[in-house]
């Protein structure tokens, strides 16, 4: 499916883009000050309640439509290009979800949005070292403290000796308290010398 079918040229120019990669002081990375030591935070889109965005994304997570993770990816991509030259990323790691949340769902909704950062910046894409030991509810209908009580021990990595001195990009969809990607932030960061990025697809705005 062409990128013309998902979004026709005008409504891309009409989507909320936050232009948040020109900026190191952006409203994502201040999410995380003083939480993670990350290299760079960013997201996308504006992510507003009943808006097209939320929209994209809902059928991106719930409708099988993996296609917008694809193009949503590609325009991702295209900001990361112009970083990659200044910090250099190693892999593209994605938010997992618990194994018997996959076979539910049938695929991870963050997958195809890494699968082309990582294709367009030409490294690597792995599902393997960081992995989701907890099954738990749509975090979305928790208030904030039930999100960070429950979630610290959730996520793990898997690694060997090749994994260790690389800057990992974490990607996911939707920003919103910064818990479940702080968590996988905490898990990585067990790997020796590793450095982390975070990008989402949006951040709620």
């Known amino acids: ?46 992510f507003n309640k009943r808006g097209i965005v939320q929209e994209l994304i809902h059928n991106l997570k719930y409708k099988g439509h993996e296609e917008i993770g694809s193009v949503l990816g590609s325009w991702q ?6 970083l990659q030259l200044e910090i250099p990323f190693d892999a593209v790691i994605p938010v997992p979800l618990h194994k018997r949340k996959l076979r539910e769902r049938g695929y ?15 490294i690597p894409f792995s599902e393997k070292i960081l992995i989701r030991k907890v099954y738990s509810k749509t975090q979305s209908k928790k208030n904030l403290i039930g ?3 429950n979630i610290e021990n959730i996520f793990d990595t898997v690694f ?33 010398g590793a450095k982390i990025s975070i990008v989402c697809m949006a951040m709620a705005h």
């Open 160 to 192: 060997t000796e090749t994994d260790h001195h690389k800057h990992y990009l974490l990607v996911d969809d939707v920003l919103t308290t910064g818990a479940t990607l702080e968590a996988c932030s905490r898990a990585l960061l067990k790997i020796p």
């Open 77 to 82: 991509a295209e900001e990361l290009k112009e």
């Open 147 to 149: 999100r960070t009580e």
């Open 1 to 46: 499916m062409s990128n013309e079918v998902v979004f026709c040229t005008s409504c891309r120019h009409e989507m909320p883009l936050t232009q948040y990669y020109l900026d190191p002081k952006n409203e994502a990375a201040k999410k995380f000050y003083g939480r993670v030591d990350a290299v760079h935070v960013s997201a996308l889109l504006y």
């Open 108 to 122: 991870n909704q963050v997958s195809t949005f890494g699968k082309i950062i990582a294709s367009e910046l030409n």
